[in-house]
């Protein structure tokens, strides 16, 4: 339980002049959920292929499981780790379950077991209804969960999923969370990554915040919430406008946090909340509060406008 | 091994889905059929030809035919699946590079070995049947096998140009400039030595020499070299004279299937992905 199941130590990965990824640290344990975030081009990929050891790095060391994962001693680790790549468009002229059966096998099945696991994968992402037809009649969102059965083949210990809601409905996205939270509690890793954030959030322990081959931040959420100090938005809804007005007018600490643009919004810092909340929950002639911590998003926008700023200068 | 079968099987029933072994298999029964059918017809005679001249007609088609269909085949095993993700998907998988090469040279060599020995193993028993001369099957025989040969070098050579290239239009044009360069160009160039640059003096085994150098050359002297020269012309006929024994003609061409498959290996390792 101590020792990660992933860590990478002053990891870097250069293609020429060009740096993918600057030299980096970073563990992740077992049963943990990171969510890794970057525009396109940030790293993001070539993170997870030396995770998973199809690149080595150009200096630092990764381990995956004890063992570096593009050496001999990785192939049985292999097994146990699964990958739905970003861009990946299956066999086209093959059905969903010949697909399936096809990874299924190569993955250590023997034909009978790999036929049985391939048609109860496919029942947890809903495509038994399409699974004899040709892949190339498939619509996006089933392609994309036909990846999603691949990248589970085998009760992986370690699952790295790019960009992995891409074109899934609602309902679709609602479940495949559901299996995320699911894995985690059988003690899995998952490194999820995306530039879709909303809804990610209450699925994962750590967020990592790469951009152009640079690690942003990392921590959990609550920790780079704070680190960001993003204020708490604050909006009250009174009976009637004027009583806001007065309120206001009353307390010179609450005015201070009023935003210049929105006469009823307040930004709050964090650790300011309670007490205004408590300042305002006192008026009588309120009617509704909403309060919004920061979100992923202004964190991850926030982090972002910063390392621009930083590389103006 | 359970690995390299895996790759094969699919790749294998890959090519019997798309029709591939069908039509191949057809195309080579039809034109060795023909071929021996109306082969003396050139002559003014009707009927079956002599076994020689059978073979001759036989050899120099197959000639250009399957290095095409090898390398229209094989030529996006690589590049293809590279476009479409599955490579990198693959490479994550408990599977080596090299049992990846080898299950699909296995698999897709199966197809075009299987299409050789159908579609001309149908003219061979008809033709036995028709003349009923023993020799029919020894020089169909040798013809099947070193066609065999030439299929895989080729599935080969498309490997080779499958893992150079990032994009499936330029492996297609660099298989078609191969073909080209293999069946009809690098014989031109043979004979433009022979006639202009006499004075070079090059000699009856240098030019054996160079042709061992092209695997369609190899599998045409294979063939030729057993029969009466009269059926034969241009560079071959020279070089026949020459000749290595037939094991040894197999023998290089056996190895023009090992060398290219390896350096495809080779490159295959080093490929960035």
Redesign the interface.
């Known amino acids: 339980m101590n020792t990660p199941l992933v860590s990478l130590h002053d990891t870097g990965k250069n293609y020429g002049d060009l740096t993918a990824l600057h030299s980096m640290t970073m563990s992740l344990n077992e049963g943990e959920v990171l969510g890794l975030f970057g525009h396109n081009g940030a790293g993001k990929t070539t993170m997870m292929k030396l995770i998973l050891g199809v690149i080595s790095p150009t200096v630092g060391s990764v381990k995956v499981m004890g063992v570096a994962p593009d050496s001999k001693e990785a192939w049985h680790c292999r097994t146990k780790i699964g990958y739905l790549p970003e861009n990946v468009s299956f066999y086209e002229q093959l059905t969903g379950l010949e697909v399936l059966t096809y990874f299924t096998k190569l993955k250590g099945f023997s034909r009978g077991a790999a036929k049985k696991q391939a048609i109860e994968l496919l029942e947890q992402v809903g495509v038994t209804h399409a699974m004899n037809r040709q892949v190339k009649t498939y619509s996006k969102g089933m392609r994309q969960r036909l990846g999603l059965a691949q990248a589970f083949i085998g009760e992986p210990k370690l699952l790295l999923l790019d960009e992995p809601t891409v074109g899934l409905d609602p309902i679709a996205t609602r479940d495949f969370y559901k299996t995320v939270d699911q894995l985690k509690s059988n003690g899995s890793s998952v490194i999820l990554c995306s530039h879709v954030l909303p809804g990610v959030e209450q699925h994962i322990d750590r967020a990592m915040i790469l951009s152009s081959g640079q690690l942003l931040a990392m921590g959990s959420l609550e920790a780079l919430r704070q680190q960001a100090a993003l204020p708490v938005i604050i909006k009250p809804v009174f009976l009637k406008p004027k009583n806001l007005k007065r309120a206001i007018d009353q307390n010179s600490e609450l005015s201070g946090f009023l935003t210049s643009q929105c006469q009823q919004t307040f930004m709050v810092p964090a650790h300011e909340k309670i007490s205004v909340l408590k300042q305002l929950l006192a008026h009588e002639g309120l009617s509704d509060i909403q309060v919004e911590s920061a979100n992923l998003e202004q964190v991850y926008q926030y982090f972002l406008a910063l390392h621009e700023k930083s590389h103006k200068h | 091994m359970k ?1 390299i079968l ?2 094969a099987n ?1 790749e294998f029933h ?1 090519g019997l ?2 029709r591939w072994l069908l039509s191949i298999t057809l195309i080579f029964a039809l034109l060795s059929i023909g071929i021996t059918y109306f082969g003396a017809a050139a002559s003014g005679v009707e009927g079956v030809a002599s076994l020689s001249t059978t073979v001759a007609s036989l050899a120099s088609l197959a000639v250009f035919l399957i290095p095409l269909i090898a390398l229209l085949l094989s030529y996006d095993s690589f590049v293809g699946e590279q476009e ?3 490579l ?8 080596s590079k090299s049992q990846l090469l080898l299950g699909k040279f296995i698999g897709q060599g199966g197809i075009i070995a299987l299409a050789t020995l159908l579609g001309f193993g149908v003219s061979a028993v008809w033709l036995y049947f028709q003349l009923g001369n023993s020799e029919i099957i020894s020089a169909f025989g040798l013809f099947i096998v070193s066609a065999i040969l030439l299929g895989l070098s080729f599935t080969a050579i498309a490997y080779l140009i499958s893992l150079s290239v990032s994009e499936k239009s330029k492996a297609a044009g660099l298989a078609l400039i191969t073909w080209f360069l293999f069946a009809l160009a690098f014989d031109l160039v043979l004979l433009a030595l022979l006639v202009g640059v006499e004075e070079s003096g090059i000699t009856q085994q240098g030019l054996t020499q160079l042709m061992m150098l092209n695997p369609a050359d190899i599998f045409r002297l294979v063939n030729l070299s057993g029969l009466d020269t009269r059926d034969v012309n241009g560079a071959l006929a020279v070089a026949i004279n020459t000749g290595l024994s037939q094991i040894q003609l197999i023998l290089v061409l056996v190895a023009w299937v090992i060398l290219p498959l390896t350096l495809a290996l080779f490159i295959f390792k080093i490929k ?2």
């Open positions: 690995q895996t790759v699919k890959d889905r798309n479409s993700g599955t990198l998907l693959l490479l994550t998988y408990p599977l960035k992905l």
